[in-house]
T-cell receptor
C-alpha cells in the first residue's frame, strides 16, 4: 500500500472522446509522474509535474495534458482518443524531482473502442 | 524509446532457487532502479543503485551495476511463489528534470 490512489479503476471510451484520469499523491510528495503501459510493455513516461508546473515530457502528443493541484491531487487529460490509447495509465508520486524512488498507484485501465 | 532492456523476457524456476535478471541501458544514468509489478497493477519499488555504486543488497535482493557495460543485474535468492511477478529496471537520467525510462520487463514465475 503506497498511499497513492487513482480513479477510476476501469474506463471504456470511444474513439474521438476525451477522458480525465485522476490521481491522489502521497502526502508531502510534490512531484507526480504519469506513465502509459501497453499490454506486455514497460511503462512509458508521459510527463512529470513538480509544484504544479510541468517539469519534463516524454514523446507524447499535445493531446495528452495534465494538471497538478496544491492538495497533492493531479489529472491526466487525453483529447481525441485513439484506439492505441488503450492502456494502463499509472501515476507515481515522489518526494522530489531528483529521480529518487517513486510510489505508484494501482493504475486506471482505459479501453478505447 | 526504451532505455532499459531486461533479459530474459521470461524466467521460470522452482521455489528455493535463485533468479537472476539482467538489464542494459543506453545512455549515462544518475541511478538505476528495479520495480516489481503483480498482474498489471501498480509498480512497487524494490531497490535503487546510484551510478557511483557497484553493488547493493536489500534482504533477499542483490543488485549490481556496471556503468562501463551499461548493465545491471537483479538477483533474488531463495525464491518464493510470492515472488512471481514482472520485474522492470528503470534507468534514471536527466539534468534539471529526471525521468525514469523503463524496459519491457522480465516475467518471473516461481513454481511451488
Amino acid at each position: 500500500e503506497t498511499g497513492v490512489t487513482q480513479s477510476p479503476t476501469h474506463l471504456i471510451k470511444t474513439r474521438g472522446q476525451q477522458v480525465t484520469l485522476r490521481c491522489s499523491s502521497q502526502s508531502g510528495h510534490n512531484t507526480v509522474s504519469w506513465y502509459q503501459q501497453a499490454l506486455g510493455q514497460g511503462p512509458q513516461f508521459i510527463f512529470q509535474y513538480y509544484r504544479e508546473e510541468e517539469n519534463g515530457r516524454g514523446n507524447f502528443p499535445p493531446r495528452f495534458s495534465g494538471l497538478q493541484f496544491p492538495n497533492y491531487s493531479s489529472e491526466l487529460n487525453v483529447n481525441a482518443l485513439e484506439l492505441d490509447d488503450s492502456a494502463l495509465y499509472l501515476c507515481a508520486s515522489s518526494r522530489d524531482s531528483h529521480g529518487n524512488e517513486q510510489f505508484f498507484g494501482p493504475g486506471t485501465r482505459l479501453t478505447v473502442l | 524509446s526504451q532505455q532499459g532492456e531486461e533479459d530474459p523476457q521470461a524466467l521460470s524456476i522452482q521455489e528455493g532457487e535463485n533468479a537472476t535478471m539482467n538489464c542494459s541501458y543506453k545512455t549515462s544514468i544518475n541511478n538505476l532502479q528495479w520495480y516489481r509489478q503483480n498482474s498489471g497493477r501498480g509498480l512497487v519499488h524494490l531497490i535503487l543503485i546510484r551510478s557511483n555504486e557497484r553493488e547493493k543488497h536489500s534482504g533477499r535482493l542483490r543488485v549490481t551495476l556496471d556503468t562501463s557495460k551499461k548493465s545491471s543485474s537483479l538477483l533474488i535468492t531463495a525464491s518464493r511463489a510470492a515472488d512471481t511477478a514482472s520485474y522492470f529496471c528503470a534507468a534514471v537520467s536527466g539534468g534539471s528534470n529526471y525521468k525514469l525510462t523503463f524496459g519491457k520487463g522480465t516475467l518471473l514465475t516461481v513454481n511451488p
